[in-house]
């Protein structure tokens, strides 16, 4: 099972950016791996916000289509979502996720809070 680690998040104002990274740190075959950001709003249940296939191939929730990006670095086991023209309903928890191709465990990260606020 993958252990991933999130970094990245913050405070910023309505409009703003911000890139957050989720390393994994235990080793496996990163690039066997499906990876995803997930959010979770307060009082909300988590929702998908952006996933990345094995073969790079972006999927987005549509309320972030033309505002976030999602990439991945198989070399340096990270995948890292850049999230442009936020808004305060942006605002949550954002966990990183990561499913193996074939058997094997899915694994989610500890989470890292953004906050968007004037």
């Known amino acids: 099972q993958a252990q991933l680690v999130e970094s990245g998040g913050g405070l910023v104002q309505p409009g703003g950016s911000l890139n957050l990274s989720c390393v994994e740190t235990r080793g496996v075959i990163f690039s066997h791996y499906w990876m995803a950001w997930y959010y979770q709003a307060p009082g909300k249940q988590r929702e998908l916000v952006a996933r990345i296939s094995i073969g790079g191939n972006p999927e987005y929730a549509d309320s972030v289509k033309g505002r976030f990006k999602i990439s991945r670095d198989n070399r340096e086991s990270t995948v890292t979502l850049q999230m442009n023209r936020l808004t305060p309903e942006d605002s949550g928890i954002y966990y990183c996720?990561?499913?193996?191709?074939?058997?094997?465990?899915?694994?989610w990260g500890k989470g890292t809070l953004v906050f968007v606020s004037s």
């Open positions: 996720h990561s499913r193996p191709v074939g058997s094997g465990s899915d694994a």
